[in-house]
């Protein structure tokens, strides 16, 4: 059975030694599926305490943190360690009680960042604890933990490197002082700074849930795999603009879902890109983002999609015999031009013109004919973004290329799956716009 949290190292650990300290789960009941609900309620602890509790957040207790009081061989505990629960908490050794270190911790759960700004802090999910402890100095890490003479965590889901975290400090149980009632944690630029980082992992966490979620016929053709790939790429793509948590990732999410993933980086949206970046601030960029994109949408789209409607039926009536015809730059254009004039009116023939160029390089990468390969090539690249090839959304285009060994058969192949692939699209929004 997989381990979510290296054991190894954990059950070593000082206060594992130590007999009086007790042993905590952390866990975050905020998951829309109530999976740690579900496992809290399962297997019966001794103590379980919302950190909402007689707060001022009361009333959303039962979807707070809750503390959880275990043992190292409760099914609550492995069902943490072995079957993924590590994702939703932190583990926290202590010998105080757990009314006394559910007290320490309920202060935490609001902090103020350096800009004065008052947040939730859900620092008790990897995603943040992992980044956040390290920032701390030794006097904060003690004030922070308090009762707790140890904690850790596992890595984060979409970090690519590095291991669990696992904390160890001294505390006199005796000279502990509790924080002051209603004082929040006050953020240092160490930390904020430190923040960023699981803010762009948790960012990509979200942006694939919410996918999931808004785009389920999309998610399921694609696969889980690939919405995550997707994910941690709007997430490479975003430190330009450098979206976090605190703004509007639902948005942000739409704007790529119509841009498509490598956006910044296409000569078809160069009038975004650069409107976008002539602003300072990230609310700024955010909001230009959002209004270059309405217009994009609207000039290229349509009303309810009516134009866009329009190109796919254009490109279903499109033969392969017709794509081996072109050998020129301006023809494969001028056919670009007759499948979708309104987004090459939009883009503009020299980003027209590059996309046919990048289209002979990925012909002589991929090995593909010259005809009909530039055309299609182009026509991809034009409908689905210059990073298609690329672009998790698209598996099919990496798979055709992938399975055929002659390049008449990718050519041909990739042609078919498009034509089969717009009859599928056509056939919905037909379905759906009765």
């Known amino acids: 059975m997989q381990e979510f949290l290296n054991t ?108 004065d700004r008052r947040k939730m802090f859900r620092f008790y999910t990897p995603e943040a604890f992992y980044y956040f402890i390290p920032s701390l100095t030794p006097d904060e890490l003690r004030l922070f933990l308090g009762p707790a003479c140890g904690a850790a965590c596992t890595r984060p889901v979409c970090t690519e490197e590095g291991d669990s975290l696992f904390v160890e400090h001294s505390i006199a149980l005796e000279l502990y002082a509790p924080p ?24 990509a966490i979200i942006w694939a849930n919410l996918f999931n979620e808004r785009y389920h016929r999309i998610s399921r053709l694609v696969g889980r795999e690939n919405i995550r790939h997707l994910a941690k790429e709007v997430v490479i793509q975003n430190r330009d603009i450098r979206i976090s948590l605190r703004d509007n990732i639902e948005l942000y999410m739409a704007h790529v879902a119509v841009l498509g993933i490598g956006w910044q980086q296409d000569p ?5 890109v650069q409107s976008v970046a002539s602003k300072q601030h990230c609310y700024e960029k955010l909001m230009t983002l959002t209004k270059e994109t309405n217009e994009f949408k609207s000039t290229v789209f349509g009303e309810r999609g009516l134009l866009y409607y329009s190109a796919l039926q254009r490109a279903l009536h499109i033969s392969y015999d017709r794509l081996s015809i072109p050998n020129f730059p301006s023809e494969v254009v001028s056919l670009l031009a007759s499948l979708c004039p309104e987004r090459a009116e939009y883009c503009g023939l020299e980003a027209l013109n590059h996309i046919v160029r990048h289209a002979r390089a990925m012909v002589q990468n991929f090995n593909l004919p010259p005809r009909p390969g530039i055309a299609i090539c182009s026509a991809l690249q034009f409908m689905l973004g210059i990073h298609c090839y690329h672009d998790p959304l698209q598996p099919w285009i ?37």
Not at 268 to 272: A, F, K, S, T
Not at 406 to 414: D, F, I, Q
């Open 8 to 115: 190894d190292r954990l059950f070593p650990m000082t206060p594992w030694k130590q007999r009086s300290a007790n042993v905590f789960l952390l866990l975050d009941c905020a998951d829309e599926k109530g999976v740690v609900t579900v496992a809290i309620n399962k297997w019966p602890q001794r103590e379980v305490i919302p950190l909402y509790q007689q707060t001022k957040d009361d009333e959303n207790a039962d979807i707070g943190p809750h503390l959880v009081q275990v043992t190292r061989d409760s099914q609550l505990m492995q069902w943490f360690l072995k079957e993924g629960g590590a994702e939703y908490g932190i583990i926290l050794f202590s010998q105080a009680s757990a009314e006394v270190l559910a007290a320490h911790l309920q202060p935490f759960v609001e902090c103020i960042w350096p800009d």
């Open 180 to 203: 002051k009632e209603g004082m929040p944690w006050f953020f240092s630029e160490e930390s904020f700074e430190a923040l960023e980082i699981p803010s762009e992992h948790s960012l």
């Open 268 to 272: 078809l949206y160069q009038r975004i």
């Open 398 to 434: 990496r798979a055709v290329l992938e399975k055929y060994d002659t390049p008449e058969k990718r050519a041909y192949s990739l042609f078919d799956t498009a034509q089969r692939l717009i009859k599928n699209e056509l056939r919905f929004r037909k379905k759906n716009n009765q």
